[in-house]
């Protein structure tokens, strides 16, 4: 295996160890994969920075939805340094979130993916994208 392929195949294994700690509810397994200064683009919001940043997000998101993750596909750059994964997420909506509909433990299926940068090999970027208002539509029906 060449030095390309090990660092593709860190990258991955770097991905999928997150995903696989998010689905296990394992904030900490999650936090540990990220370097400090990790940058979270928020899906048609700002980015964050920080790991401490990181860690507040995953408890505004626990408050208010349960979620995992199937069908997880995962690719990454020759060098590694470039990751981007596809997933379905399955979730329920249990608490109300601020400025979103009530919350009445209503079920969503939506498909979602998410765009990486690696560094030193922990994550130091993660941009997240799906269809907000398909969201919305699903909760709200």
Do not use: C, K
């Not at 408890?59 to 690719?75: F, G, I, K, W």
């Not at 939506?110 to 919305?136: C, E, K, M, T």
Request: hydrophobic share 40%; charged share 25%; net charge negative.
């Amino acid at each position: 295996m060449s030095n390309d392929d090990s660092s593709r195949q860190q990258a991955i294994a770097l991905v999928r160890g997150y995903y696989d700690a998010f689905n296990r509810g394992d904030w900490a397994g999650m936090l540990e994969r990220l370097s400090d200064d990790v940058a979270h683009d928020l899906n048609q919001g700002a980015r964050e920075v920080g790991r401490q940043a990181f860690a507040v997000f995953l408890q505004r998101m626990e408050a208010s939805y349960h979620e995992q993750l199937r069908d997880v596909v995962v690719m990454a750059s020759e060098d590694g340094l470039r990751v981007a994964a596809e997933y379905v997420v399955h979730g329920q909506y249990h608490h109300t979130d601020d400025g979103l509909p009530p919350a009445q433990g209503q079920r969503y299926v939506l498909p979602g993916g998410a765009f990486f940068d690696v560094r030193d090999g922990r994550i130091s970027r993660v941009s997240n994208y799906y269809n907000l208002q398909d969201w919305i539509t699903q909760v709200s029906a």
